[in-house]
């Protein structure tokens, strides 16, 4: 009798377990998929179209179109694979695969983190790129008063 009750615990203990570990893969997958959504609802197109209003020419071209490059390849590429790792986390959680679905969840993460370095680059690059252009035409107007 002990033996049937104290299986009947562990099994309880288990499952409990289980929730318990599916619940904070969940958080996770959350916590990613939220931190996707700010990645894709920042402002990028506004800064790109802001450069894309200047007289562009030569490298400064190419520069605009090398960003406007990677913005795309990072919404249509990047995001929705990372959308497709989160999902197949939630699917390994849902299968008690918590192994795998904590490697999807790193590398989504992973992921991301590059992206933000990405479009951090890119913005400082554009900071740089209007700064330049802004002091150009300060000294244009100092030239066209002289």
């Not at 990645?39 to 209003?53: C, M, Q, T």
Request: net charge negative; glycine share 4%.
């Amino acid at each position: 009798m002990p033996y049937i009750i104290g299986g009947i615990i562990l099994i309880i203990a288990l499952i409990i377990l289980g929730l318990i570990m599916r619940k904070r893969v969940y958080d996770e997958v959350d916590r990613l998929e939220s931190w996707k959504m700010d990645i894709s609802n920042r402002n990028v197109s506004e800064e790109l179209a802001k450069v894309k209003a200047l007289n562009l020419s030569g490298e400064t071209q190419e520069k605009f179109e090398s960003w406007k490059e990677r913005w795309d390849h990072i919404v249509t590429k990047e995001l929705p694979d990372t959308e497709e790792a989160l999902f197949d986390a939630e699917e390994g959680a849902d299968r008690y695969r918590f192994n795998k679905a904590k490697q999807h969840l790193q590398r989504v993460e992973a992921t991301l983190s590059q992206v933000e370095d990405k479009i951090e680059a890119m913005f400082r690059e554009l900071d740089e790129l209007l700064a330049s252009e802004e002091e150009a035409r300060k000294q244009a107007g100092l030239k066209c008063r002289l």
